[in-house]
């Protein structure tokens, strides 16, 4: 099922910013690691492997049979498009959202309307975006702390997110949750985990309900979960753990990792004895898939599959993304540690500009109609400040009513009657 | 010489007991042994000299009578009869003897509760470690996998942290997991997952997702398990806010409990013993399910309130035997709920007796007796005569020595001694 592709050309990383060529030609490795810009830090660490044996390693990807088909099918001409003109136009104005809302993330905090630990999406979009916008509401996405733009792409307001965010009351979790905890049930957006790695078994356990709602309880459920974490939870023991069960149960999952080759100053190829994380997948008997995660179309050719084989019950894929961080790890973050000119040569791939050309190219947009979707983006954002801006924060009785599903866990108090029956308990002030 | 009389004494009253009860027996000799490890000889003099014990001269607190080690000796095949006195005590009253019901042990309880709670609701599953096939390694879900598929009585890979994780993963989009440790102290794996996902997701989530799981394995000392298999870790998780903490101790509460866990919406951890799934008792053949909050009166008294839970019933009431032969009239409290505590029950106890002593297995430092004296002492502190007496067990690891394990644990004749302070 699974095919090693073996690509002798070595790629270049301009080439795969390229959408006229297939867009399934999944970059290698090779493209990243051998970058000049990180050759120094692969020699001065890496001193047992020389750059060039890493070059010359050139498999791309373990991947499977119907996306080496269509590589081979649309490598011939330009008139298979990949999206049709609504298509391009939701995605474009699915990453305009997650980069206009995390620019305006980054002021707010600045200005001191949220607090703590933000971290902020900017230059990933494409994947989020190529994932999730393939997603039913029923899907449920898991996440980590960087987690505005998956629950932006899934569906959740702006508004919501950004009174979350201010620590509003009427935030997706009411204010109790906070950058790193987007929840909502309505869209199935699973979280938000502070600790990486977190999130993983929950995603499994996502997939099993899935599993267990069609084996078990006998529904027409098709539901698939996606799991999104990046390079740094690749060496945590969770993932391993995760993707055994997954593949051992064949759930309807997609672990995806968005690899921007920093865990906030720990490079990715300091910490990982392998670092290609997609090779992880076969040891644990599914399919890893590499993919240049800076161009939407591509992830969502390869999310396509991998979810169309999670829908099908043929069970779990592993998707490392190649993608780029433009920001710092979160608002606090000094970003000193990161080579200018790599952030430069990541600023040139820029997925949104590599959407707009996409679409100049193919003539599927013009100028105007992105310049109205920029616009319209403008003023969902606007508006979502001024709605957290006014929204009230949350009264002291907030604070003790969602401990519990069923707040008789809070106990039978000395009088004999169940706490949460006290009336001081829902101002905020019995003590329990 | 005074040392003499009294043991000539003691030796004939022992002589007048043993025929009555061999536990009795057990008691001495424990107590003796107990008393050397821990150096109570001077409060023990003190005991021996106050008026209030009607049999001044046992030797009940002696550690300077070495006669007595002959005795030692058959105070182990003593122990082992005394199990079985412990477990002929279980006629609770609260075990509805006037039905006919069914008798069954502890893990036969255990696994009806399961088998009705998975019957009744389709969602209900089990993830563990050997739950499926093997049927449990102390038999709680045996013959379920057979029942309903390996699916809902699911075979886990070792791995706590991921699949507790997976547990509340699948709680979250609708299933009602309930998740075994194999032994309790394998959740100390999975703490990350039970704390933050567990305990907190209700919360962090504004309360849109509920996390109704249930995760339940045996704890405790054992016999001889070792350090690790032999941990009390109820201290551990008591401080996690979101979740309950119950501890079951006779099989009519244990098949109560875990349905009560399995039907509520919070995320319950239940305690288990893993010298309890022996015990039998007769219990009703209609469903029950038993409040999750409530504390069980196991025994109405007037002189002292003691409070304890889990194994250490079992060894309250063998002291309180003793106690009555000595004219104590102790009121045992079985707390069960060990998060949040029934300050009620609790309370209106104090209010009758006005002394506590509390007998836990859990560790000294940050227990559960730890954390109930502080709210008992917040709550009650004017019903209080005397200072709150918490016997806990020793801030060791399990040792493995048999002679060793069994001072770690709270024994009956350090109850019988700590009652007789109290109520001094």
Redesign the interface.
Known sequence: MAKIIHNPLVLSSSRSAEKSESCCKLSGPTSFMSSKFLGNKLLSTNSATSPATRRSAAVVAVSSDVVKEKKLKSSSSLANLLITKEEGLVLYEDMILGRAFEDMCAQMYYRGKMFGFVHLYNGQEAVSTGFIKLLKQEDCVVSTYRDHVHALSKGVPARQVMSELFGKTTGCCRGQGGSMHMFSKEHNVLGGFAFIGEGIPVATGAAFTSKYKREVLKEDCDEVTLAFFGDGTCNNGQFFECLNMAALWKLPIVFVVENNLWAIGMSHLRSTSDPQIWKKGPAFGMPGVHVDGMDVLKVREVAQEAIGRARRGEGPTLVECETYRFRGHSLADPDELRDPAEKAHYATRDPITSLKKYLFENNLANEAELKAIDKKIDEIIEDSVEFADESPVPARNQLLENVFADPRGFGIGPDGKYRCEDPKFTQGTAQV | MYQWRMIRSATAILSFFSKASIAYTFVETEASMAAASFGVSSAAVQAVKSSASPLPSLPVIRSEARPISGRINRSRNAGKIATHAVAAQTENPASAASKPGHEVLLFEALREGLEEEMERD??V?IFGEDVGHYGGSYKVSKGLADKY?D??VLD??I?E???????????????RPVVEGMNMGFLLLAF??IS??CGM????????????TVIRGPGGVGRQLGAEHSQRLESYFQSI??I?MVACSTPYNAKGLMKAAIR???PVVLFEHVLLYNLKERIPDEEYVVS???AEMVRPGEHVTILTYSRMRYHVMQAAKTLVNKGYDPEVIDIR?L???????I?NSIKKTHKVLIVEECMRTGGIGASLTAAINE??NDYLDAPIVCLSSQDVPTPYAGTLEEVTVVQPSQIVTAVEQLCR
């Open positions: 389709p969602r599953c598929g699916l809902r886990t890979p791995a942290n991921s699949f507790t994780g997976m547990a509340v993963g699948a709680a979250m989009t609708g299933l990350n997952q933050d996902n997701l209700h919360y962090t989530s504004g309360g849109q997702f509920t996390i109704p806010p979101g309950q509520s919406e919070n999750l909050e409530e709920s998060k949040p505590f029934d300050l009620y029950t309370g709550n009650f």
